[in-house]
């Protein structure tokens, strides 16, 4: 039995934002998908599909940055094109992932554009991936965990010209791990609502509650 590391996907996934830590999340949901036996193989098939759960974990960190701040996801992904991800093996799994997801209509599916395959798939393979992280985070927390990781540091805290110390508080430290990400959001009291436009909050609950629903849902 082999196994996918994370720093073998690492050129899969691209910021959306300077100065954040969204690999830090990226790392975390790999964890997750460690720890349920998801990036494990024992054959050229499974091998291939570990890196279209990378794939899976970009599009979520685009998805909560459209929902949450006005961008644009466009899903625009190029596909890996060499082992163990090549065209074949990605033609191959198309098939046999629509197949297992309950597609019967197979024939009315196909497609020679690699990108349009590879969007397919991100789109298919979205709960397989999302369900181990919520499961394991709760939604709200997985939420706090993409929004940290994309702002890159703890919350600013709040000045109070009338207090006795006239000194502003130091400008909070970028996370530098995992590990201290995840404590954050552990012991934060937070709300979406204190952060966000009100009608981008409403829409990420939505999201987040159906464990990454597509954005038209």
Known sequence: MSK???Y??????SDIWCNSRENLFREIAWDCLDKAGMTTYEDERT????????????????EFSTIAFDEYCAYDYEPYSSEPLTDVALGWLYREVLQEEGYTDIASCFSTDEQE?????????????????????????TGMLLYFAIKGEPLQEEYDE???????PDEP???????ELIQYCETLEFKFEDVLDFMN????????ECHSCALDD
């Open 162 to 168: 009338y207090s006795e110390d006239p000194e502003p």
């Open 8 to 13: 073998e996907v690492s050129d899969i996934f």
């Open 117 to 141: 395959i590879l969007r397919k798939l991100i789109f298919v393979l979205r709960h397989r991936v999302a369900d181990v992280i919520f499961q394991t985070f709760g939604d709200y927390q």
């Open 47 to 62: 091998h291939a599909l570990i890196y279209l759960y990378a794939y899976v974990i970009q599009m979520l960190d685009e």
């Open 201 to 208: 909050a409403v829409h990420l609950m939505h999201w987040l």
């Open 173 to 179: 430290e970028p996370f530098s791990t995992k590990e």
């Open 4 to 6: 996918v590391d994370f």
